[in-house]
């Protein structure tokens, strides 16, 4: 265990950048959708990349507690923006 106010091991400081990269990116991902609603061909262009080259159609299930469905992928998106759970598994 590292001491209080002792700085990050390389290991720890790959992590935090990491994390904060995949974080950066999600929130400007987010932002976009936000700005420019799920029709812009940029936001389809993330939800396809997110999605193997196609967005899902119909409605969307998770494993949220209290939030099973939702009716399509572009409403499930912005749930996960409003969260910030930009790692959400479906």
Excluded: W
């Excluded at 997110?50 to 969307?60: A, L, S």
Aim: aromatic residues 14%.
């Amino acid at each position: 265990a590292q001491q209080p106010g002792t700085p990050l091991s390389d290991q720890e400081y790959h992590q935090f950048f990491k994390f904060l990269q995949i974080t950066i990116q999600a929130s400007t991902a987010c932002n976009l959708r936000e700005l420019y609603g799920c029709k812009n061909s940029l936001v389809q262009t993330l939800d396809k990349y997110e999605n193997h080259g196609v967005i899902p159609q119909g409605p969307i299930c998770s494993e949220l507690p209290g939030n099973p469905f939702f009716p399509n992928f572009c409403t499930f998106s912005l749930y996960r923006c409003i969260m910030k759970k930009y790692l959400l598994k479906v």
